[in-house]
């Protein structure tokens, strides 16, 4: 996986940006917050829709009051410079 950059279209000035780290690829996002949605989509664009494929996704070194812990569907954290996050994709069967 190369750095990629996502971009907080919210923002008119250009936002600072994060390097964050997942599943040991290190990427550039200019994102405060990041969706568990957003996450799964960095590491396999469109795979957040799939209905046959569930992720579980572990954080560390978060922005948030607990600097680590698990996220599920729906949920968005705070990032920090070095936020690391863990993605693991499930098959259902």
């Known amino acids: 996986m190369s750095e990629t950059t996502a971009h907080d279209s919210a923002t008119a000035k250009p936002a600072k940006e994060f390097n964050i780290i997942i599943n040991a690829e290190q990427l550039t996002v200019t994102l405060r917050e990041i969706s568990f949605d957003e996450v799964v989509n960095l ?42 996050f863990n993605v693991t994709p499930t098959t259902k069967s």
């Open 43 to 84: 590491v396999l664009p469109g795979g957040a829709s799939d209905p046959n494929k569930s992720f579980t996704i572990t954080y560390r070194k978060s922005e948030e009051a607990k600097h680590d812990g698990t996220m599920v569907e729906g949920d968005t954290i705070k990032i920090k410079e070095g936020t690391v």
